[in-house]
């Protein structure tokens, strides 16, 4: 499978070396013509809502597997350009709790394709210095071999220092919520001892920081019980293009997006003057 660009299993470039038309972290990427302010770096951890593929396939008249299909490209693409523009932290939304409830066949098939995928990809993850985790991945009607195939890339790639890649699959962000909360009363903490770090210390991969930005794609502007906790001032972006359309160009104009705002967090920056603006 390729991709628009060199993709994320192309000719590897030397350590630091930036991919065309992309920064580092510090500096941002940048889009041809559109100058990026340095004093705002890229967000540090960039979550995508993959929305698009059955409407993908619909539009082709095609079964919705093949949009499903369709969309690794996508996500290689995107692996690519968040590595290449700093992103440290990458999260994608692959498989909901709520996604058991689509069709047998379908589920059967989602299971099938992402074990390939996994298999396919998992040493040039490994040699880009990616760390893989997965978010949920706990369901029993996971399939075992599906299951170890998360477990052993998450072994292989447990010591990799570069981008950490988590696949939310079988996730549901009010699912981790309820699971801290038990973590929190079977270690005995006092209710007066929970606080917020406190309470997101024992959430699922509580190392993971806070979302900065939050790209979902098909112009649908839902949550969609997506790692609730983690996105509560995210910024969002909802691009109209479909998923399996959705490419690095797109992605960084995302990030040009992300990086024109001001993110207050609840208080009031200060305008060219220094009074407060709001």
């Not at 692996?79 to 932290?89: L, N, P, T």
């Not at 890339?153 to 981790?176: I, K, P, S």
Request: net charge neutral.
């Amino acid at each position: 499978m390729t991709s628009g660009g060199a993709g994320l299993f192309g000719q590897a470039r030397a350590k630091g070396e930036p991919a065309d038309g992309v920064g580092t972290r510090e500096e941002g990427a940048t889009l041809p013509g559109v100058p990026l302010q340095p004093r705002r770096p890229v967000p540090r951890h960039v979550a995508c809502v993959m929305d698009g593929n059955g409407r993908w396939a619909q539009q082709r008249s095609l079964p919705r597997t093949s949009g499903h299909s369709a969309a690794e490209a996508t996500v290689i693409d995107v692996i690519e350009v968040a590595r290449s523009a700093g992103v440290e932290w990458l999260s994608l939304y692959a498989f909901s709790t709520e996604n058991w409830r689509r069709p047998g066949e379908e589920i059967d098939f989602l299971m099938r394709l992402v074990r390939r995928v996994v298999r396919k990809h998992a040493p040039l993850l490994h040699a880009r210095g990616i760390r893989c985790r997965f978010l949920g991945a706990e369901d029993p009607r996971i399939p075992g071999p599906l299951a170890q195939d998360f477990a052993d890339l998450m072994t292989l790639t447990e010591a990799n220092r570069g981008m950490t890649l988590t696949v939310a699959f079988d996730h549901g962000g009010r699912q981790d919520i309820v699971a801290a909360a038990r973590s929190l009363i079977r270690a005995g903490v006092s209710a007066d001892a929970v606080d917020q770090a406190c309470f997101a210390a024992h959430l699922p991969v509580p190392d993971t920081p806070d979302v900065d930005l939050v790209i979902r794609t098909s112009g649908e502007q839902r949550i969609s019980n997506f790692m609730l906790w983690q996105v509560a001032y995210a910024e969002w972006v909802f691009p109209p293009v479909l998923w399996p359309d959705f490419r690095a160009p797109h992605f960084l104009e995302c990030l040009h997006d992300y990086r024109s705002r001001d993110r207050r967090f609840g208080g009031l920056t200060s305008s060219a003057n220094g009074e407060p603006r709001r």
